[in-house]
């Protein structure tokens, strides 16, 4: 009796305290990932100046998103080629939409813009289509030939560099051999003027 009176006082605590606050901790945790937002980075490419313009989109969560092009306030339907929605290895995403240029002139490129909406979210994200701004494969061109140049600069002068160290090392290997040399014939030269006085000594002695 005891212990049914202690199983059933322990399944009583556990309805009545444990399990709901488990449950609300699995509600809230389910509630902050359903309320997540996260507001995307947006930019416009442009591989070629006859390219379409692409405005692309990437970081946002949830996938609940819609990305389209404007023209004076009016969303475009027509000369636009709409990309999926692809995932992120963050676990957020990413889309783009394309603008074809066929039939806008220069003067009306202030007229448009790139729309992002996400879901959850009430302001919308603009992107205004300015020629400034447009990232194209020209800029990508013109860094790896300013890296390129960086490059050759440094590898120039590290030659230069270890040419000079040469040259150097050249000179003081000759010097050094100069000197050696130059000891070798003083010694030589002493040598021989012993020797003359040797010579000379035992002349001077012989005679005597």
Not at 101 to 118: G, N
Request: glycine fraction near 6%.
């Amino acid at each position: 009796a005891r212990g049914n009176k202690a199983l059933t006082t322990q399944i009583k605590n556990y309805l009545t305290q444990i399990g709901p606050d488990w449950v609300k901790k699995y509600v809230d945790y389910g509630r902050s990932s359903l309320l997540r937002t996260e507001l995307p980075s947006g930019s416009l490419l442009q591989k070629t100046p006859s390219s379409p313009v692409s405005c692309h989109a990437t970081g946002f969560y949830p996938d609940r998103a819609a990305l389209f092009w404007r023209k004076d306030g009016e969303e475009l339907h027509e000369e636009v080629d709409h990309g999926e929605i692809l995932p992120n290895h963050d676990g957020t995403f990413q889309m783009s939409v394309d603008l074809k240029l066929s039939s806008v002139t220069p003067e009306d490129w202030k007229k448009y813009d790139c729309v992002f909406q996400l879901a959850g979210v009430n302001e919308d994200k603009i992107t205004k289509r300015d020629k400034a701004v447009i990232r194209t494969n020209e800029d990508n061109k013109t860094t790896i030939a300013i890296v390129a140049g960086v490059v050759m600069g440094l590898v120039l002068i590290a030659a230069m560099g270890f040419m000079a160290y040469k040259i150097k090392k050249a000179n003081c290997a000759s010097s050094s051999d100069n000197d050696s040399k130059k000891s070798e014939q003083s010694d030589q030269s002493e040598q021989s003027e012993q020797s003359e006085q040797k010579k000379t000594l035992l002349m001077e002695t012989s005679s005597a």
